[in-house]
Each structure stands twice: as structure tokens, then as C-alpha cells.
């Protein structure tokens, strides 16, 4: 086993004290946005080994099949399928879409060949892999997630159009355009697509409509009694005046996650997380195609050739209880599963689901890991990544949680 450190990301939109008050650290004075637990070659986790530390990348490309498993070789290759992030946020990430596996293999090595550095700011695709990704909540999680249908989003267009009616405004054209696509008789994936592009589209239009669309709502909030769709626009609004990002979330479903709840992201689902804390776990990969909310690169051409158009429910995970305090979440990708476990302070040990490489964070109180080649205590706030030759792996309860419940977060490849 192998004791890790983390990279932590501070983007703007990320908490000051949300990471640190989960682990039990000292807050660092700034955004801590996202905390990176992987080998993703952007921000890889740094092992603790005899030899000194080493980027955990480098040291599983040095021994794949033990650290990741001869199956998880021949199906992913050398390199850990998952990335696993605790995210924190306080105000908007951006609206965004990710690719399929085939677009981001094919378009990773037109840019490639067309010579465009990797960290270019126009560069869409960082990486050859896709990132399907799910999300767990720790706190109350607020998001948008995919489409909602035609005829619910028709409904709050025109909820805008009555609150700029109601402030003494005339109706702008593009509200107008927007509203009556909506109800266009057409499949609902092209009247979904005419919306969005038009609203995106729409340059200074689009942007004299955010303002006067938030404004109008806004004078209807004074006593909180907007639907929390609309009130999205105007808290949106705060936080990315004029962006076309803000009525498009009227096209999404607004999702609120309790405690435990767990939602996935597949290929071509259009979503920004809005804030919460949670645990993020993903394919390994950074490919995010931004379609506002934002102010970095907008490509709208990709973005379209990538998002998918139909309507969808939330597409929330269900939980898997295997007992022992023990949960499971397994969300229809084969990169990853996510498992929970919580121990009395004299509760018995439990096994961890791992199927080649696994993961693990703690998160409250201590643990001792035991596996058939050695042991480790693991600290609140402490990570590991235990190879696949250290299977299998038992949790117990250890005296340094003080009396209190301890609680692990783990990530193996899906079963």
C-alpha cells in the first residue's frame, strides 16, 4: 500500500474551508476547488514508497500488471481507469458536456497533429480518453443535469416572458423565438437543439436577455416565491452577468442531492454543478467542452457536435447495501464504483469490494487496512492506493478515532 498526496485545484468558484473541514486540515486561506486522488498525468497523486516519493502514474506505468491487474491491463491499458475528486462548491462550475470515447480519441489526435499545445487555452481536448462520471453528495448538492422536457421548459420561458411583462419591459424577440420553438410540432431533440442554439447563438441578443430576464425575475423574489428554476436565473446571473449560460439553464433539469445520493453523467449529458460539497469519481480524463457559465474557451461548433439533445431524467444511482455498514454505488460505466464504508469504534472489519486497483480516503475518525502482504493506519484525511496484487483488503476500526464512527471512501474498477 502505498500513503498518497493530493493535488488540490484552486479555481474561483471553489470553497475556502468545505475540503478542510471534511478532512480535519487547516484551510489554506484561498479557493480549494477540487482535490485530485489518481494518476492522472495533469495532477497525479505522489506515492510514499521505501525508495522515496514517486507520481503515482510513473509508478504504475513501472509495474502495470501488479499495481492495476492483468484484466484491468487488457482493458484499459497501462494506467488507472479512474480519477476520484472531492469537489467543493460555493458558486457555479461552468456548463459543460463530455465526449465519447471515439470523439476523444479521433479529435485528441487532430489536435495533436495539428501541432495545438496541450495547454493552450484554445485547446478542447487535453487527453484520448472520455469522462463519464458520477457524482456523490456529502452535503446538499445543488446542480443541472440534462434536458428537461420540452413542454416543462416552455413553461418557465414564458414564466420570463410574464415576469419582463410585469416590470413594464417589451418581450425581446429572441424570448420570443425561444418560446415558440418550444412548441414547435418537431421531435423533441431538434426543438431542444433550435432552443439552445438559438440561445447561445445569440451574441449581444442573448446577453440584453440574460440581464433583462434576471432583472425581471428578480423584482418577483423579494419574498422568495419564484419556482427554484427561475431563481437559478437570477442567482446565475450574480455570479456570470450577461453569460447565455444563465436562461440555458432553464432548458436542464435543476437537481437538488441529499446526503448520500449519487447521480451519473454519460458521454453527450449537458450539466454544471451550481454548489454542495461531494465525491466526485470519473474515467480518468480532463476533456470538458464548456458551453457557458464561464470565461474560458467556448467552442460552439464542438459543443454541439457532442452534447445529446433528448430529454432525460435524473439519472440517479442506486444504492447497493452489502451489509456491515458497507454501500455501494455501480453507475453503468466499467471505469469505477464508489463504496462507503462506516465503522462503530468496535465494529467488526469489513471487506473491500476491489476488483484490481482500489483507492481509499478517510474521511471521519481512523482505520487500519489490512491486506495479506502488510498493514496500514490511515488518519481522517488520509489516502491510499492499495496495487492489485494486495487483494483482498479488510477495514477495521482503529483506537486512534477517539470513540467516534470512522468513514471510508473507496473507488475500484466496476465488477
Request: charged content about 20%; aromatic content about 6%.
Amino acid at each position: 500500500m502505498f500513503a498518497l498526496t493530493n493535488a488540490l485545484r484552486d479555481y474561483p468558484w471553489g470553497s475556502a474551508t468545505a475540503i478542510a473541514e471534511l478532512l480535519g486540515t487547516e484551510p489554506g486561506g484561498g479557493p480549494e476547488a477540487e482535490l485530485w486522488m489518481g494518476a492522472h498525468p495533469d495532477s497525479p497523486s505522489v506515492a510514499r514508497t521505501p525508495e522515496g516519493p514517486v507520481a503515482l502514474d510513473a509508478l504504475i506505468a513501472a509495474q502495470p500488471d501488479a499495481m492495476l491487474g492483468a484484466d484491468v491491463v487488457a482493458s484499459f491499458g497501462a494506467r488507472l481507469p479512474f480519477l476520484a475528486k472531492l469537489l467543493a462548491a460555493d458558486r457555479a462550475l461552468s456548463l459543460q458536456v463530455h465526449p465519447t470515447l471515439a470523439r476523444a480519441r479521433q479529435r485528441f489526435a487532430d489536435e495533436e497533429a495539428a501541432g495545438v499545445a496541450r495547454d493552450a487555452a484554445g485547446r478542447n481536448y487535453k487527453d484520448d480518453n472520455h469522462k463519464p462520471e458520477m457524482l456523490y453528495a456529502l452535503t446538499p448538492f445543488h446542480a443541472l443535469c440534462g434536458f428537461r422536457p420540452c413542454a416543462d421548459a416552455a413553461v418557465l420561458f414564458e414564466a420570463v416572458a410574464d415576469a419582463i411583462t410585469a416590470a413594464g419591459a417589451q418581450v425581446p424577440e429572441l424570448l420570443k423565438l425561444v418560446t415558440t420553438t418550444l412548441a414547435a410540432d418537431m421531435a423533441e431533440p431538434m426543438v431542444i437543439r433550435s432552443a439552445f442554439e438559438a440561445l447561445i447563438g445569440g451574441a449581444e441578443a442573448s446577453r440584453e436577455l440574460v440581464e433583462l430576464a434576471a432583472a425581471s425575475l428578480a423584482r418577483q423574489d423579494t419574498e422568495g416565491g419564484l419556482d427554484a428554476a427561475l431563481r437559478t436565473v437570477v442567482e446565475l446571473s450574480r455570479q456570470y452577468p450577461g453569460d447565455p449560460g444563465v436562461l440555458i439553464s432553464l432548458l436542464l433539469n435543476r437537481v437538488s442531492l441529499r446526503p448520500g445520493q449519487a447521480m451519473y453523467l454519460p458521454a453527450g449529458n449537458i450539466h454544471a454543478y451550481l454548489s454542495g460539497l461531494g465525491v466526485e469519481v470519473m474515467a480518468s480524463s480532463d476533456n470538458v467542452l464548456r458551453g457557458g457559465l464561464t470565461g474560458k474557451h467556448v467552442d460552439v461548433p464542438e459543443l454541439l457536435a457532442t452534447v445529446d439533445f433528448s430529454s432525460t431524467e435524473v439519472p440517479l444511482v442506486p444504492t447497493r447495501t452489502t451489509g456491515l455498514g458497507q454501500h455501494v454505488w455501480e453507475p453503468p460505466f466499467a471505469e469505477f464504483a464508489l463504496q462507503r464504508v462506516e465503522l462503530a469504534p468496535d465494529g467488526e472489519p469489513v471487506p473491500l469490494v476491489q476488483n484490481g486497483p482500489l483507492l481509499v480516503l478517510a474521511v471521519s475518525g481512523a482505520v487500519l487496512l489490512d491486506s495479506p502482504r502488510g498493514d496500514m493506519v490511515l488518519p481522517r484525511g488520509g489516502s491510499v492506493f492499495v496495487p492489485a496484487v494486495e487483494n483482498p483488503v479488510m477495514v477495521h476500526p482503529h483506537v486512534d478515532a477517539a470513540g467516534q464512527p470512522s468513514v471510508v471512501f473507496a473507488v475500484t474498477v466496476a465488477g
